[in-house]
């Protein structure tokens, strides 16, 4: 089942925890009570109590979603200093939120960013449908999918994506690639004009299979500026 589930619940904070081994998610926060969102901080998800090799959860190491209908809003959170590797499917995937803050994770690498790859099978960081998140500072490398991929988009709701390093180990001088590319922002098949935008700005991205940054079908204008690709 799921490490820690936070249901339709309050600002909580989660910190500090292993949530690994699991049979579905290593912790998943579905709908959000209030205005403040979680807080998932310096937990290891999908890797031993050391951080250094794959204990994996079945499904995604961090869900955030809520129901479709709009009828409770959808959990967001901000997630930081968290290593998120050896899931059986995405690192951290978001569905139908916003407004989260993911920085300074480590998602696809060992405890310390360093070039040990403990690979989750999915992307590394998988925005989907979400509006005006913030993905800065993180190493996300190693993986099985894309580094960070962002699937459909909502019109006056950009993304930023910041001063990550997609690709290498966290020194930025090793390449640990993610397989299938490094940077995607696209649509969904079922909208397909509808793409995620935003401002993809002064990121690492390099040594991936793939291509390294790829902006197609978005519902607004991006601007891609002082990468390294």
């Known amino acids: 089942m799921q490490g820690i589930a936070a249901l339709d619940a309050a600002k909580t904070t989660i910190q500090g925890n292993v949530l690994s081994g699991n049979g579905e998610t290593g912790l998943w926060a579905y709908g959000i009570t209030g205005s403040d969102p979680h807080v998932i ?5 999908g890797t031993n109590a050391a951080g250094t090799a794959a204990l994996g959860n079945t499904s995604d190491g961090i869900r955030l979603s809520g129901p479709t209908d709009g009828s409770t809003p959808t959990a967001y959170a901000k997630i930081t200093g ?6 059986g499917r995405d690192g951290i995937r978001t569905a139908d939120s916003g407004h989260n803050d993911i920085s300074g994770n480590t998602v696809g690498l060992a405890k310390g960013a360093t070039t ?3 690979a989750n099978k999915g992307v590394g960081i998988l925005l989907s449908r979400d509006k005006r998140s913030s993905v800065r500072h993180n190493v996300v ?27 290498t180990d966290g020194t930025g001088v090793w390449a640990v ?15 397909p004009t509808a793409g995620a935008y935003g401002d993809v700005r002064s990121n ?14 978005g519902v607004a204008a991006s601007t891609v500026t002082d990468n390294t690709s």
């Open 204 to 217: 690492l991205v390099s040594g991936n299979d793939g291509d390294g940054i790829v902006v197609a079908h």
């Open 141 to 167: 490398s190693g993986n099985d999918g894309g580094g960070i991929f962002a699937v459909g988009g909502h019109a006056g709701e950009p993304l930023e994506l910041l001063s990550n390093k997609v690709g």
């Open 82 to 87: 968290n290593t998120i590797s050896g899931n």
């Open 41 to 45: 901080a310096d937990n290891l998800v």
């Open 116 to 118: 040990t790859r403990i």
């Open 177 to 191: 690639p993610n397989k299938i590319g490094g940077i995607k922002l696209t649509a969904e098949p079922s909208a």
